[in-house]
């Protein structure tokens, strides 16, 4: 029981870490200044390391992994919401 906990718990931060990283890619350079956050490529450096380091040691409550769990969340809960004020992710031409 407590192993299939931790494997979910695993599985979604993990989602929260690449929702997160996807976000960030989807969201033009100069909508981060104009927000007043970090700079888009700070911001792809630290949650792809964060994603990476989940990947390679996939264990939900190692240090690393909360760190890059924090850092997931304060893209969340900061950064998107002031992204999402400045202007609307683009979407794909068809």
Same mark, same amino acid.
């Given at each position: 029981? #407590?192993?299939?906990?931790?494997?979910? &718990?695993?599985?979604?931060?993990?989602?929260?870490?690449?929702?997160?990283?996807?976000?960030?890619?989807?969201?033009?350079?100069?909508?981060?200044?104009?927000?007043?956050? #970090?700079?888009?490529?700070?911001?792809?450096?630290?949650?792809?390391?964060?994603?990476?380091?989940?990947? &390679?040691?996939?264990?939900?409550?190692?240090?690393?992994? &909360?760190?890059?769990?924090?850092?997931?969340?304060?893209? &969340?809960?900061?950064?998107?919401?002031?992204?999402?004020?400045?202007?609307?992710?683009?979407?794909?031409?068809?």
């Amino acid at each position: 029981m #407590q192993s299939t906990l931790m494997l979910v &718990l695993s599985f979604v931060l993990f989602a929260i870490k690449a929702f997160a990283l996807v976000d960030a890619l989807a969201r033009p350079a100069p909508n981060y200044l104009a927000a007043n956050k #970090q700079t888009k490529n700070l911001w792809l450096i630290i949650l792809g390391l964060t994603l990476a380091a989940h990947i &390679l040691t996939f264990s939900p409550l190692g240090l690393l992994n &909360l760190a890059g769990t924090v850092a997931a969340l304060v893209y &969340l809960a900061d950064a998107r919401p002031a992204l999402r004020a400045v202007a609307p992710p683009r979407t794909p031409r068809r």
